[in-house]
């Protein structure tokens, strides 16, 4: 009978430690008597494990300002005074990751800020390598899948957070997902940027997000803004807390919250060699017949489809040079920007908290 007892008690004990090793969360449910307790303490690690200490945030600002700008620098001077690590004179991805690979310690990144000007219809003005093509996603993915892109080490993990200050780079899905696979590591880290534009040195926050609205007209022929009120107005519906034609006059925010406006210029630049061609070289009497002949170019075309602006709302221009054809066209983008408040309390801008994914996109 002992024997039996003894057998019992041993089985009891073996299958109690076994629950223990498949998952230690419902020690707590399964373990109630004396002998139980006893063998949990036997078994639990106590060990306190060392945290993981990630480093200072740093800020990568990969331009310059030119003529009136000081978007680089009111970024520089709001980073600053967080005490923020600035890194310049990097305006590559290429030169981005060899500086964090040449600087990596025994603590990994925490937060990597990447500072870059530039709006959804210009693309970004960062370069994928040293002197190479401005960053897109097709020219990403080539340098990646080429292996012309350094790889990160093991300067990141999963708690890391790479995030770009580039006006409404949140809302391009395809270029995000190519950067996530070129900032690849053991541990991916995590990247994120807001659809909306990212303002510095405010008159009323040091940074806030605003929300744009754009209409175009062909370069140097404006309809004037009463009809750009009237275009604008029509194209977004949804926006009844905007008086247009106020915004397009104005171009700061007076009051938090006010719209206001800025610009910005398109250009391209089309050439058709006819040197060894048997076809005649065109001539063209007005901007319908040019447009015409754009669209008639499967290549040009497709240029002009990808930047979302209709081909009438550029000025076009065209000239000959030796036996090539040259064509520029060039268009003004007006930009209204509402800055985002709380809905709530006193009236102030919400603040852009790269936790909060109806503000920044995370890939």
Known sequence: ???????????????????????????????????????????????????????????????????????????????????????????????????LNKNENENPYGEIHIVNNSNPFEGMSLETVVKGEKVTAESLRMHITK????????????????????????????????????FCADELPNVVASPYYSIFDGDFSKHYLAKPHYVFYPTANSPGKVDLSKEIAKKYPEEKDIDWLTALNNDEERFVGEAYATHFNIPLKFELDYHNSDEEVPTFENQEEIMDFIEQQEVFYFEVKQLNVP?????????????????????????????????YGELQHITPDTNNKRLYAMK
């Open 1 to 99: 009978m002992n024997s039996i007892f003894k057998t019992s008690v041993f089985a009891t004990a073996f299958m109690l430690t076994s629950s223990l090793f498949v998952n230690c969360d419902k020690t707590s449910s399964v373990v109630k008597n004396e002998t139980s307790t006893l063998i949990a303490e036997n078994t639990i690690d106590y060990t306190v494990k060392e945290e993981v200490v990630t480093r200072n945030p740093l800020v990568f600002i990969t331009g310059y300002d030119k003529g009136n700008e000081t978007y680089y620098n009111n970024a520089r001077s709001f980073f600053k005074e967080k005490n923020y690590q600035i890194v310049e004179d990097q305006y590559s991805v290429e030169e981005i990751i060899n500086w």
């Open 147 to 182: 292996g012309t892109l350094p790889i990160l080490q093991e300067s990141v993990n999963a708690n890391s957070k790479i995030i770009f200050h580039a006006n409404g780079l949140g809302e391009n899905t395809a270029l995000m997902k190519v950067f996530k696979d070129a």
């Open 311 to 343: 081909i009438d709302k550029f000025r076009w221009t065209y000239s000959m040079k030796n036996s090539t054809l040259i064509i520029k066209g060039k268009t003004t983008g007006l930009v209204v920007l509402k800055p985002l408040i709380k809905p």
